[in-house]
């Protein structure tokens, strides 16, 4: 009995003299709050600590998103604010998200240095010309925040597929959208407008997987008139270069990895989905266009700080 307890004494200290020779930084991993739990000055300190120091955006994205894994998933989680005419939802919303404003919040936190900027980054993001409104809200992934968003994105689906993309035309109409959602009255309406977009495949999509980078976005494509995205997703690679889909899941009500096979592999079976495209977040970003927006930094001069 003396020598059982002389073992598991000594088994004690062995273990407690391990956890104090743990990097702090790798203790830490295990207790990190999901974003959602944060508070704003939490978050606003966060922004500030990986603004300063060497990430990339791309890691950045890696970092941000990894941080809403668990988060819940709601279809309806955000609108053009408490004043808004239409939608009265809030403008950010980290305590629930769908596929889209996961990519917008996760890009908004990466290209900011403090937690105001992020705000006005993201409405930038959602909003043309960063005007908050039902009529202005990029609702379209390829034919509106693509289109929107080049100062911060660009489309590389043609420069990791090459010949293995093809081309997809659809007649997008927000006049007919805001009539499906029963709004008669929207102002300023964008006119019907003919868009082409390249996309892989399906059938391609695994012969690209290391042309692809960690931190890339992902729009999936779908066969249906009149619309061409049906999810938004990103692109994770573990230390070991291996490739997930990281995104927020309606059906799983939850944000989660799948990895890139599997995911490819079940939506292989369902002929409603064409294939992807895929974007990649700049790391100089165009703040500054000849439009003069600033795409919500503030300058005290001319040049982006």
């Known amino acids: 009995m003396k020598s059982q307890r002389t073992a598991h004494f000594l ?5 407690v003299a391990i956890l104090c020779l743990l990097p702090l930084g790798l203790m830490g991993q295990q207790v990190e709050k999901r974003l959602g739990e944060l508070s704003v000055v939490e978050l606003d300190q966060l922004i500030r600590q990986i603004s300063a120091g060497p990430m990339s955006n791309a890691e950045k994205i890696d970092y941000y998103s990894s941080r809403f894994l668990g988060t819940r998933y709601e279809l309806v989680c955000q609108g053009d604010g408490p004043y808004a005419r239409y939608e009265t939802g809030p403008l950010m919303n980290f305590q629930q998200i769908n596929c889209m404003t996961y990519c917008e919040q996760v890009l908004a936190l990466a290209l900011s240095s403090h937690y105001e900027e992020m705000f006005n980054v993201l409405q930038h993001i959602r909003y043309r010309d960063g005007i908050i409104g039902m009529a202005t809200r990029n609702h379209y992934t390829m034919a509106d925040w693509i289109a929107e968003n080049t100062w911060c994105l660009r489309d590389i689906t043609r420069e990791v597929a090459g010949d293995l993309a093809t081309t ?5 109409s927000h006049r007919k959208f805001f009539e499906g959602k029963g709004l008669s009255d ?4 964008l006119p019907d407008r003919d868009v082409t977009i390249w996309y892989i495949p399906m059938a391609n999509l695994s012969k690209v997987v290391d042309r692809l980078n ?6 999936l494509i779908q066969n249906r008139p009149a619309i061409f995205s049906a999810h938004m997703l990103m692109i994770y690679k573990n230390k070991k270069g291996q490739a997930y889909f990281r995104h927020a899941s309606m059906s799983a009500k939850t944000t989660l990895d799948v990895p890139y096979e599997e995911y490819i592999s079940g939506l292989s079976k369902k002929p ?4 992807m495209s ?7 970003v165009r703040w500054i266009g000849p439009e003069k927006l600033t795409h919500g930094k503030a300058f005290l001069n001319d040049e982006p700080m």
């Open 11 to 15: 088994g004690s200290i062995m273990v």
């Open 168 to 172: 997809l035309t659809r007649t997008i």
């Open 186 to 189: 929207v102002r300023d309406v």
């Open 214 to 219: 960690s931190g890339d976005i992902v729009s």
């Open 272 to 275: 409603k989905y064409l294939g």
């Open 278 to 284: 895929f974007m990649r977040v700049r790391e100089t």
